[in-house]
């Protein structure tokens, strides 16, 4: 079985500023892990991936996140928040094997950048 | 590569009655998932295809919901007699391979009155 928890349905920083979106997971087995971010009225766009290769992952907009299999955590950050990042963002969690790959989702973390 | 395409985007429909919404995945990708999405909620998965064979579907998609693909391209998933509860955003995710990245759909928004 898998979970996901979102630390904070809302996060609001300051256009420059760090962000961080926490997640957490739990995985019976070794997990695949995402991040996806969804603007409204839209559908969900992968920002990165985690498939037990480079525990630091790199992903687009300038989004990069890191693997802590002690801290069973995979948080976000941005050096530089823009505004074009307002959006909400979804950590999701799948198996690593198996035949299946569903992907198990937080509850999201809206993400607003104040000018 | 035109992506993932769903129809309708939007549909509006009385409790009790049918639907069906379509999804195009993109040419090629022998995987094909079904997700809902309530507001304030991530997506929950409800059901996948490798080809043309439904090979899971979770509880949360009851006997009134039915999803097909036939010949392994398009799918569509019908919800007969349907509910207020069965409000939502219905998502489609297609991928090459088992494990692969799934690209998302924009999804059909159902609202039932």
């Known amino acids: 079985a898998q979970s996901v928890t979102q630390l904070g349905s809302h996060v609001s920083v300051s256009e420059g500023a760090l962000v961080l979106l926490r997640c957490n997971y739990s995985?019976?087995?070794?997990?695949?892990l995402f991040w996806y971010v969804q603007y409204p009225n839209q559908g969900l766009q992968l920002l990165l991936k985690?498939?037990?290769?480079?525990?630091l992952v790199k992903g687009i907009n300038g989004f990069e996140a890191e693997f802590k299999k002690s801290e069973t955590s995979f948080h976000l950050t941005k050096p530089s928040a823009h505004m074009s990042d307002a959006a909400e963002y979804f950590c999701?969690?799948?198996?690593?094997?198996?035949?299946?790959?569903?992907?198990?989702f937080g509850k999201g973390t809206l993400l607003t950048v104040n000018p | 590569d035109t992506g993932v395409s769903q129809n309708p985007r939007h549909k509006i429909t009385k409790r009790g009655q049918n639907v069906t919404f379509r999804c195009d995945p993109i040419s090629e990708h022998n995987r094909l998932y079904w997700y809902r999405q309530t507001l304030g909620q991530g997506p929950e998965f409800l059901t996948y295809?490798?080809?043309?064979?439904?090979?899971?579907k979770s509880r949360l998609l009851s006997d009134r919901f039915s999803a097909e693909r036939p010949k392994g391209s398009f799918s569509t998933l019908e919800i007969q007699r349907t509910e207020q509860g069965d409000s939502a955003m219905y998502l489609c995710?297609?991928?090459?391979?088992?494990?692969?990245?799934?690209?998302f759909g924009p999804g059909t928004r159902l609202t039932v009155l």
């Open positions: 985690y498939t037990s290769a480079a525990t």
């Open positions: 999701a969690v799948s198996g690593s094997g198996g035949s299946n790959y569903k992907l198990t």
């Open positions: 995985s019976s087995v070794p997990p695949y």
């Open positions: 995710a297609s991928s090459l391979v088992a494990g692969g990245e799934q690209f």
């Open positions: 295809f490798q080809n043309e064979a439904q090979l899971e």
